[in-house]
């Protein structure tokens, strides 16, 4: 069947020629025009001759096929699978329907949000269709803005900031009355940092579209971090009147709450958000945080588990950042095996990230302490033992740059003589803070430690606090002697930075540590009967391990020492026991003890 209207061959030829030119030429305008979008953005101002030269070069572009506009329907409604299938339909009549393009990718991105956990597992494979989708319908139409919006919107969530803000700001250009677009340049400078910068964005979208719920959520957002505590209650239940259930908004109210010292209306905000999204990370991380401070921190271990659980995919960067913080939080309660379970999680899915690997060092840092305090229970040589040489190795494995890992490896390989034989340039290389000297002192103090000669320790340690000036200085030496089982220590070097909150927080543990370490040996006097004399020195082992000048802890092992006729362990144990000034008349029977199991020791 012959066309009604023929056209000559020439204008075919040049139409096409056309086309051609415009394909080669537009990946310049894309550049020009991107570069254009980030000194937008980075001036906070959008030019008017901008939008004049990008609406010269392509207008915006709004899909035409009525089979787009009712697939487009379907999806505002979530019906996805019948909108998918007229999406089909259009790119069937015309594969080069750019509407349709982009409507597959909203397809293909909302179901990223499903809560059908097998349709998330495949979350990363879904975005990157949504971005094919979205760059097709770019080429086919440079003009849409909405296509523009949405490639912007997965390149952010990607962490693609410098691509997303290249894509909000050409949608911003090609249709400054959009609220969407308006909105999303705002979150752009509020994420930087330019709060200031982003509030007129906000208000501008809402000029533009009030029932805008993301917008009015991010002003109050915003107006939250400036301070305004006020607009922000304003704009929160605004937002949360449009949309009651909405798992950002609640969490922002917690966050405001908070900022307010309401920390009763904050935690019950955190957990209406979590009801609303079980796998919202940022409120269960605050909701954990409200627990810790009240020393629950069972309880905040426990929430933040099952926030871990409702997220499938491993890849997602909520995963990593939930599995981190319960491994820390097991890492300040001494319990390795369980945060070095967490680390490795991270550790299978992303091997270099930082944080997890300097996590996994301590760890192993904590195990090779336990080996240590484990040998010399049983008699073993503190200073020579194979096992915690390995464990440091690998701890320095993780992260060359563990300065306790160093310290310890330097005690293993010769105590004090080879710790003074080191090049102080190559062991600076490594240590910022606190200085070489400290780190010098609290090296050997260590050792005297491991020695149980507890009046060098106290010189070594003493010099340690009084050799760092900075805040942050003495806060870390504060922390690395807690760390040791020094609280005493501990606590005199913070009071030196009390003005800083570490420093309160520092004084705060040191307290638990020295709490814990007393509960250790009242557990322990709970153990009468010879059969469970394994469990009795466990316990006191760890009350040691808390706080090394436990006077009541050397004397019970002492006396469990004596018992099982170790005789060489049991007079070390008593004059640790003497050094640490006990009441005159206890001190008498304890010498008394020493010299009877001294006779006995050299006649065995």
Do not use: C
Request: charged share 25%; no cysteine.
């Amino acid at each position: 069947m012959r066309s009604i209207v023929q056209f000559p061959k020439a204008a075919i030829v040049f139409f096409l020629g056309l086309l051609l030119l415009g394909s080669l030429f537009a990946p310049l305008w894309a550049q020009k025009s991107a570069q254009e979008g980030e000194d937008v953005l980075r001036g906070s101002i959008v030019r008017k001759d901008w939008y004049e030269a990008s609406e010269s070069q392509h207008k915006w572009y709004e899909p035409k096929s009525w089979r787009v506009r009712k697939a487009d329907q379907w999806a505002e409604e979530y019906k996805l699978g019948a909108a998918e299938y007229y999406y089909r339909i259009a790119l069937k009549a015309n594969p080069q329907d750019a509407g349709a393009h982009n409507g597959l990718g909203k397809i293909y991105y909302q179901q990223t949000t499903s809560s059908n956990q097998n349709i998330r597992k495949n979350m990363k494979t879904l975005k990157n269709r949504a971005i094919q989708e979205f760059l097709t319908a770019l080429r086919y139409e440079p003009g849409y803005a909405e296509a523009h919006l949405n490639l912007g919107k997965v390149y952010l969530e990607q962490n693609r900031v410098n691509d997303a803000k290249e894509h909000f700001a050409q949608a911003l250009a090609l249709n400054p009355n959009s609220s969407e677009a308006q909105e999303m340049v705002g979150q752009v400078l509020l994420d930087e940092g330019g709060v200031n910068e982003a509030i007129p964005f906000f208000i501008k979208a809402l000029e533009l579209d009030s029932a805008n719920t993301s917008a009015h959520y991010k002003l109050g957002k915003a107006y939250t971090t400036r301070g305004d505590y006020d607009l922000a209650y304003e704009q929160l239940n605004i937002a949360l009147y449009q949309h009651p259930n909405n798992a950002p908004v609640q969490h922002q109210l917690g966050v405001l709450y908070q900022e307010q010292g309401n920390g009763s209306a904050a935690i019950n905000a955190f957990k209406k958000a979590i009801a609303i999204k079980p796998e919202y990370a940022d409120a269960s991380l605050h909701l954990a945080r409200h627990y810790q401070a009240r020393g629950d921190h069972v309880l905040a271990i426990e929430q933040l588990k099952n926030t871990l659980e409702s997220v499938p995919d491993r890849e997602d960067p909520r995963y990593s950042t939930l599995a981190k913080k319960i491994a820390q939080m097991h890492l300040a309660n001494q319990q390795a095996d369980e945060a070095a379970f967490y680390y490795q999680k991270v550790l299978r899915s992303q091997a270099q990230d930082e944080e997890a690997k300097k996590g996994m060092s301590q760890v192993v840092v904590l195990k090779a302490k336990k080996t240590q305090a484990l040998a010399m229970g049983y008699g073993g040589d503190l200073l020579t033992t194979t096992q915690s040489r390995k464990q440091l190795e690998q701890a320095l494995a993780y992260d060359p740059s563990n300065i306790q890992a160093k310290m310890i490896q330097v005690k293993l390989n010769g105590g004090s003589r080879a710790l003074e034989a080191i090049n102080p340039a190559a062991m600076s290389k490594n240590i910022s803070n606190p200085a070489y000297m400290a780190n010098q002192n609290i090296a050997r103090g260590e050792i005297w430690t491991a020695r149980f000669d507890y009046n060098r320790a106290k010189q070594e340690f003493e010099s340690a606090m009084h050799s760092v000036r900075k805040p942050e200085d003495i806060i870390q030496v504060g922390e690395m002697l807690l760390d040791m089982g020094q609280p005493d220590f501990a606590i005199k070097t913070f009071k030196r930075a009390m003005n800083e909150a570490a420093a309160q927080e520092g004084i705060r543990k040191a307290h638990e540590a020295q709490l814990a370490s007393q509960s250790r040996i009242r557990e322990a006097l709970l153990y009468k009967k010879k059969s469970t004399s394994s469990e009795k020195r466990r316990i006191l082992d760890e009350a040691i391990h808390l706080d090394h000048r436990n006077a009541e802890a050397h004397l019970l092992l002492g006396e469990l020492y004596s018992d099982y006729k170790n005789y060489a362990w049991a007079i070390r144990h008593y004059h640790v026991y003497l050094s640490l000034n006990p009441p005159p008349e206890e001190a008498q029977k304890v010498q008394k003890r020493i010299r009877r199991l001294t006779k006995k020791h050299i006649a065995s």
